[in-house]
């Protein structure tokens, strides 16, 4: 069993930064795919950022390329998701998942392990 728990959520101005975390504990999860996908409310979860337990395979989606960076160590069972450029369109509920096996990681269906969620909120 694996427990996930973001932080780093908040509030941020458009043109803004944020730094979330998600700390690993439980059982081990160096092995595993990280990601991160967000919801916004009425929408479906939408896949933000993944990385090998390597950090050889980094994805992002189309809609943060370039601004998001996701990142992990290993040594503390933690990944990290710098969010710089921030668009009132990032608003959402973030929620951090591990997984291993087959599968995409762009798929949330595919991911074993789940956090509660951390709400990012960019003004305008």
């Known amino acids: 069993q694996v427990q996930l728990v973001e932080s780093g959520g908040g509030l941020a101005q458009a043109g803004g930064s944020l730094r979330l975390s998600c700390a690993a504990s439980?059982?081990?999860?160096?092995?595993?795919?990280m990601g991160w996908f967000r919801q916004a409310p009425g929408k479906e979860r939408e896949f933000v950022a993944a990385?090998?337990?390597?950090?050889?395979?980094?994805d992002y989606g189309d809609s943060v390329k370039g601004r998001f960076t996701i990142s992990r160590d290993n040594a503390k069972n933690t990944v990290y998701l710098q969010m710089n450029s921030l668009k009132s369109e990032d608003t959402a509920v973030y929620y951090c998942?591990?997984?291993?096996?087959?599968?995409?990681?762009?798929?949330?269906?595919?991911?074993?392990?789940w956090g509660q969620g951390t709400q990012v909120t960019v003004s305008s």
């Open positions: 990385i090998s337990w390597s950090g050889g395979t980094i």
């Open positions: 998942a591990t997984k291993g096996g087959s599968g995409s990681y762009r798929i949330s269906a595919t991911y074993w392990y």
């Open positions: 439980g059982r081990t999860v160096s092995n595993y795919f």
